[in-house]
């Protein structure tokens, strides 16, 4: 089994800052992508940012030059630093993971349970 745990939401004005992290457990071979999604209330839910292995980062066009997204390969953990917050940023923002459980196994889809985060004065 794979356990995926999110902290770091919360309610911040507009133009503050938080940051999320999410940690992967459990029988785990190998990490391939990991990255966040959020879902607003009414819409679907959406990629905000993926890293892979080897580093190499993608974003949404929306949070492109205020979010940055890093990982310690180590801990099994993806952060997600959110800077200049808006209030079209609020959503239930969801931890991915792309994971390997054996050297034999392919690659599955595991999702953390979602953080709130509200940006509103």
């Known amino acids: 089994q794979v356990q995926l745990v999110e902290s770091g939401g919360g309610l911040v004005q507009p133009g503050g800052s938080l940051r999320l992290s999410c940690a992967a457990s459990?029988?785990?071979?190998?990490?391939?992508?990991m990255g966040w999604y959020r879902q607003a209330p009414g819409n679907q839910r959406e990629l905000v940012a993926t890293?892979?292995?080897?580093?190499?980062?993608n974003y949404a066009a929306s949070v492109k030059g205020r979010f940055t997204i890093s990982r310690d390969n180590a801990k099994n953990t993806v952060y997600l630093l959110m800077n200049s917050l808006k209030p079209e940023d609020t959503a239930v923002y969801y931890c991915?993971?792309?994971?390997?459980?054996?050297?034999?196994?392919?690659?599955?889809?595991?999702w953390g349970q979602g953080t709130q985060v509200t940006v509103s004065s």
């Open positions: 890293i892979r292995s080897s580093g190499s980062t």
């Open positions: 459990g029988t785990i071979f190998s990490v391939n992508t």
């Open positions: 991915y993971t792309l994971i390997a459980q054996r050297y034999d196994s392919a690659y599955d889809d595991y």
